[in-house]
């Protein structure tokens, strides 16, 4: 794909072109033809087809959005849901000559000769960059990360786009400033995105606040950094896949480092590492976790850490009111939302949530009755969705709760979840160096 083909007039035509195709299908889908179970199901597939390829081509932050959107596909209609996983794969790379236009715009003379080598062939493509491997004048192997030229430029043009997609589709049940405010919270995290300055911020808020034992965090070469290149030093491990295969006790040690740096980011340190992706993460046989990419990371405000702690404790202590009155302080509720309505559905979500993760000493994620049952839930309990909310501020906390489940549930984990309650809900350290 050109670089012209990426500038916003361009772009806003891709968007609003799959909006209008959207828009169609939704009234056709309502004719009497045949049954409607599959033709539900034909347009979906459809319309994720359409959607996948669209944000997948023009990546930026429409391809950012379906990312996002396909981490909840199982609040989607599964056929779309489908789709939309597509584009968790890697982005096809830009041609090394455009790449390399790049650099030149961002490095002096002096900069490039820091450099003894760069491969052409990328590593990695993305959304928003693709990274190259390297070599410095002194020898030391690192990874050049390149942000795609046009990128940051289309991010408001992509949202509007977007969120019309959105309208079209009439997939979610909740009113427009909610919407809006999560819109405005995906907004400041991709143009944050885009400017690699951002993330070099990231990288060291994360190692001085979010530092726990095995996890490993990439040193930067800051003389070579700026808004559109990042340089790494290159941190080598295996992928989720080649660690799903080893010993349970391996796979055991690093479950419990990943679910102890998650909760520590969010109750200790107050800033996540938003961008779950397992192409982001690396293990190794000594048990250590190398996180990749601090591009997304949400910094969040203590008095919200501290409400979602009487949440969770009021939530174990089936202390219904309380947990009402600490999702409605979120904003997680809506204002003239009845509580005896919803007494239900918490009763429900937290018995098959919450309960179960603290039935037992250590929690089994490999059991795919839990994620089944919570999905099941929901379907029973679809016609009270609009009395919630996203909480915007904690979007991208969720985004990140979901994605390191899935990568537990990839390594077989079982977790000390009473330890790890005890310690990052309750305030009990102990036990918790013995994981």
Not at 94 to 112: F, G, M, R
Not at 162 to 171: A, C, G, Q, W, Y
Not at 319 to 341: I, K, M, P, S
Request: charged share 25%.
């Amino acid at each position: 794909m050109s670089i012209k083909s990426r500038r916003p007039a361009s772009r806003t035509m891709k968007l609003l072109g799959a909006s209008v195709r959207t828009l169609g299908r939704s009234v056709l889908q309502k004719l009497p033809m045949g049954d409607e179970i599959e033709r539900r199901a034909r347009h979906w597939e459809t319309v994720g087809r359409d959607w996948a390829e669209t944000l997948g081509e023009l990546r930026g932050a429409a391809m950012k959005m379906g990312q996002l959107a396909s981490q909840y596909a199982e609040l989607l209609p599964p056929a779309l849901g489908d789709q939309l996983r597509k584009l968790q794969r890697s982005a096809e790379p830009l041609p090394y000559a455009d790449i390399k236009a790049v650099l030149d715009a961002e490095w002096t003379k002096s900069q490039w000769a820091r450099l003894a080598h760069i491969e052409p062939v990328a590593l990695a493509s993305a959304s928003i960059g693709q990274v190259h491997r390297a070599r410095l004048a002194d020898g030391c192997a690192v990874v050049v990360k390149v942000r795609y030229p046009g990128v940051r430029e289309a991010v408001d043009a992509d949202l509007t786009q977007f969120r019309r997609l959105l309208k079209t589709s009439r997939l979610l049940p909740v009113d427009a400033a909610a919407v809006d405010a999560v819109m405005a919270e995906v907004r400041a995290r991709v143009l944050e995105e885009t400017d690699y300055r951002i993330e070099l911020e990231h990288l060291h808020t994360l190692a001085r606040d979010c530092a726990v034992p095995g996890i490993v965090y990439p040193q930067a070469v800051p003389e070579l950094c700026g808004e559109s290149v990042l340089v790494l030093g290159e941190e080598s491990g295996e992928t989720l896949e080649t660690a799903a295969g080893w010993n349970a006790d391996l796979r055991g040690r690093l479950a419990d480092t990943l679910a102890h740096w998650l909760l520590h980011s969010f109750f200790d340190g107050r800033a996540v590492h938003a961008d779950p992706h397992p192409g982001n993460f690396a293990f190794r046989a000594d048990g250590s976790v190398v996180v990749y990419d601090m591009g997304c990371v949400k910094q969040v405000r203590p008095q919200t850490v501290e409400t979602g702690r009487r949440l969770l404790r009021a939530a174990r202590a089936h202390d219904w009111h309380g947990l009402h009155t600490a999702l409605a302080e979120l904003g997680g509720v809506r204002a003239d939302a009845d509580f005896d309505a919803l007494l239900p559905v918490y009763r429900e979500f937290v018995a098959l949530g919450l309960d179960r993760l603290l039935a037992r000493e250590r929690f089994d994620c490999a059991d795919p009755a839990f994620i089944d049952n919570l999905r099941a839930a929901g379907r029973r309990h679809w016609s009270s969705a609009f009395k919630f909310q996203p909480v915007s501020e904690l979007a991208f906390v969720m985004r990140a709760l979901s994605g390191q489940y899935w990568m537990l549930r990839a390594l077989g984990a079982r977790l000390p979840m009473r330890t790890l309650f005890a310690r990052y809900v309750d305030g009990d350290r102990r036990g918790i160096d013995r994981m």
